[in-house]
């Protein structure tokens, strides 16, 4: 590692908290500083779920909210469509949990998957 910096550089600490960071996927929300933290304004988002007059569409869409141009963006697509499902946001990430992939109110389309979205990576896993 420190053959990769100059002596004086003084950013071993830099590099080698990067790296953890980097290499710990699943363990980022947890590791978040002021150097990993997302540098943005809050926003309003959507995220999936019941479309449309009558509610018989699912969407895939994630979608912030452009104060400025008072329109919707969309951001990013959800890995499979979603109804009823929980959303959070915690260090930096979407968090989607649950909810049904189908408008089958029975319970037959239940789903107890996660996916976690990198805003900064534009990526989603499972």
């Known amino acids: 590692m420190c053959s990769l910096?100059?002596?004086e550089a003084n950013g071993e600490g830099f590099v080698e908290e990067a790296m953890h960071y980097h290499n710990s996927?699943?363990?980022q929300p947890v590791l978040q500083t002021k150097r990993t933290l997302l540098r943005s304004e809050e926003?309003?988002?959507f995220v999936?779920?019941?479309v449309s007059e009558r509610c018989l569409e699912l969407s895939d869409d994630t979608c912030y909210l452009d104060t400025k141009n008072e329109q919707w963006v969309k951001e990013t697509?959800?890995?499979a469509r979603r109804s009823h499902h929980c959303v959070a946001v915690l260090g930096g990430f979407i968090?989607?949990?649950?909810?049904?992939?189908?408008r089958d109110n029975g319970g037959n389309a239940a789903s107890n998957?996660?996916?976690?979205?990198?805003?900064?990576r534009?990526?989603?896993i499972k």
Do not use: H, I, N
């Open 5 to 7: 910096l100059p002596s």
């Open 48 to 50: 999936g779920g019941e």
């Open 43 to 45: 926003c309003l988002l």
């Open 25 to 27: 996927l699943v363990a």
């Open 122 to 124: 534009k990526q989603w």
């Open 95 to 102: 968090f989607v949990a649950g909810g049904s992939f189908s």
């Open 77 to 79: 697509s959800l890995p």
């Open 113 to 120: 998957l996660l996916y976690r979205y990198d805003p900064r």
